[in-house]
């Protein structure tokens, strides 16, 4: 029914935490047994529906343990995208400030499934993102700080290889960028308008950007279109100090 619209059906969700104490494989869990129940839940739906387009594993941590492993045992074959989930810790984010810092962790994870997907041949995504996991923090996750991360989380991705990003959505996401009361809006969040406006940049290659900007909170992103025009963004974190910007492109532009 969805057609083109199906980005793919993914199968589980933060998998590895399975095995949990009062979770549905308690104390009997691992990678392998996930792979092996996986791959019987593909193939039943590729059996009823064959050019369906699978996607996982949709793990929520542990790249390097299950995510990529993941990958290298069902192959191109079996799977049209990596996925993963990506959230801070809630110990690490209380304010507006914290969001809006470097977030180390989420480049490092982005190198990890960049070169891990392209060693199996097919793309990732960024399945399950929030500013906050546990469904974020008030204040935070719904403040205007969290438009700002959403350009930084959508562009950002984009420049670090990821093919789309998906933001938390449902009743218990503070942050959660359309809210909803039975199936009707009731309210747009903030992260919405970062979204939005990190979707009119356009199609085109994501290039490498240099920012100059000493100790002042500021990320910049250019993309080139297909006719050499560039959309360039710059995203200023800082609460009262205003910007003055200099531009250094590749060729010769008006």
């Not at 200023?236 to 250094?248: D, N, Y």
Request: charged content about 15%; hydrophobic content about 45%.
């Amino acid at each position: 029914r969805l057609g083109t619209q199906l980005i793919g059906v993914e199968l589980g969700s933060a998998c590895e935490c399975y095995g949990d104490a009062g979770s549905y494989y308690a104390g009997s869990w691992s990678v392998e047994r996930f792979e092996a129940l996986w791959k019987e839940y593909r193939d039943a739906v590729v059996a009823a529906t064959p050019h369906a387009p699978m996607v996982g594993p949709a793990a929520a941590s542990e790249v390097d343990a299950w995510t990529l492993p993941f990958g290298e045992y069902v192959s191109a074959s079996n799977l049209t995208m990596l996925t993963q989930q990506y959230a801070r810790a809630a110990s690490t984010v209380s304010s507006a400030t914290d969001l809006l810092a470097a977030d180390t962790t989420l480049d490092g994870e982005l190198l990890q499934l960049k070169y891990g997907a392209q060693s199996i041949g097919v793309p990732f995504r960024l399945a399950r993102c929030s500013a906050v996991e546990g469904g974020g923090v008030a204040g935070v996750s719904d403040s205007y700080a969290s438009a700002l991360w959403a350009v930084d989380a959508a562009l950002g991705g984009a420049a670090g290889g990821a093919a789309g990003l998906s933001i938390a959505s449902g009743s218990g996401e503070i942050g959660a960028p359309i809210m909803d009361t039975a199936g009707v809006v009731a309210a747009i969040q903030p992260s919405f308008y970062g979204l939005l406006l990190a979707s009119m940049v356009g199609e085109g290659t994501m290039l490498s950007t240099k920012v100059n900007a000493g100790m002042l909170n500021v990320s910049g992103y250019a993309v080139q279109h297909a006719d050499g025009s560039f959309s360039l963004v710059v995203v200023s974190k800082e609460a009262t100090t205003a910007l003055q910007v200099a531009l250094t492109l590749p060729s010769s532009t008006s």
